[in-house]
């Protein structure tokens, strides 16, 4: 027992010897200078004045990448070309007259206030059950090589005052295909007819939509509803960005079927958004219902 406890004794002893050294190595290195803590000092601020400005950089710098993209552009079809010689001023002319837009910088040229998003039809599994949203659909293919994954998204543009379009991208990793739903969106753009058709409200501003429509795209239905100024969008949350987009902003919605595939859903909300714009109207009711089509100007608004 002795034998022992002298052991402890001497192990202890070696503990704090080496504790205290280490203390002295540490009080003998010398502190810094004035100079070098400012100098530090100075870094740190440089740092912080390096990440404000790369922030602000996000914000303006999208802007000026698109002005210079838009000047490197060399367009191969003859309405880009006339679209960058400004022979072609508006979008409404190419729509009206039925030519394929086949290059997205003529959307870009002609509508610069456009915005983009991506719409959340993937889906991931929780932790405690359930799943949450994500932009991506993950697919695989079995091969004798192994699993094949793929990854696919929808997105949306639209300058919020009559012009929307959807688009779909797939690929094998998510970038590319972020960026082909991006460049489909501005290839399928088209602009919508909005008024004001709630008996409740009979405001005569195009906050709304005239009449009740109906899309249907596998075994999802959706009908779309005026009403009134107030309302909101009473919608399903994908669908209220694309009516948000599109500048709509009051109405009511219905749906029926398997509204958890969204990819369906969306394509459902699209149909039934052209169909504003196909459906004959009579000239009395444009009036009374404040039916404007496309872009709307401050004034009647």
């Known amino acids: 027992m002795k034998n022992k406890k002298a052991k402890t004794r001497k192990i202890m002893d070696e503990m704090s010897e080496t504790k205290v050294s280490e203390h002295i190595q540490k009080s003998s290195i010398p502190n810094k200078t004035d100079e070098e803590s400012s100098m530090a000092e100075t870094d740190d601020m440089k740092k912080a004045n390096k990440k404000m400005s790369r922030k602000k950089s996000r914000v303006s710098g999208k802007k000026e990448d698109k002005d210079q993209l838009l000047e490197a552009w060399s367009p191969r079809t003859d309405i880009g070309k006339k679209v960058k010689n400004q022979e072609i001023k508006e979008l ?134 005026p009403a009134p100024k107030g309302t909101g969008l009473v919608v399903e949350k994908e669908c209220a960005k694309i009516l948000g987009m599109a500048g709509i902003k009051d109405i009511w919605s219905h749906t029926e079927g398997q509204t958890k595939n969204k990819v369906n859903l969306i394509y459902a909300c699209e149909k039934a958004l052209k169909k504003l714009l196909s459906t004959k109207i009579k000239p009395q009711d444009i009036e009374n219902l404040a039916i404007a089509e496309g872009k709307i100007t401050g004034a009647e608004k």
């Open 92 to 225: 409404d002319y190419i729509l009206d007259n039925g030519f394929s837009v086949l290059e997205p910088e003529i959307v870009d040229f002609l509508l610069p206030e456009l915005e983009q998003d991506l719409i959340s039809s993937g889906q991931v599994k929780g932790k405690f059950g359930g799943g949450a949203r994500i932009s991506f659909r993950r697919t695989q293919k079995k091969t004798q090589e192994g699993n094949k994954l793929k990854f696919s998204c929808m997105a949306v543009v639209g300058n919020k005052n009559g012009y929307v379009g959807l688009g779909f991208g797939k690929a094998k990793e998510t970038v590319p295909a972020r960026d082909k739903a991006f460049r489909k969106a501005r290839l399928n753009i088209f602009k919508i007819s909005r008024g004001c058709g709630s008996w409740k409200c009979n405001c005569k501003t195009p906050h709304s939509i005239p009449f009740a429509v109906e899309g249907k795209s596998g075994s999802v239905r959706i009908k779309l509803m």
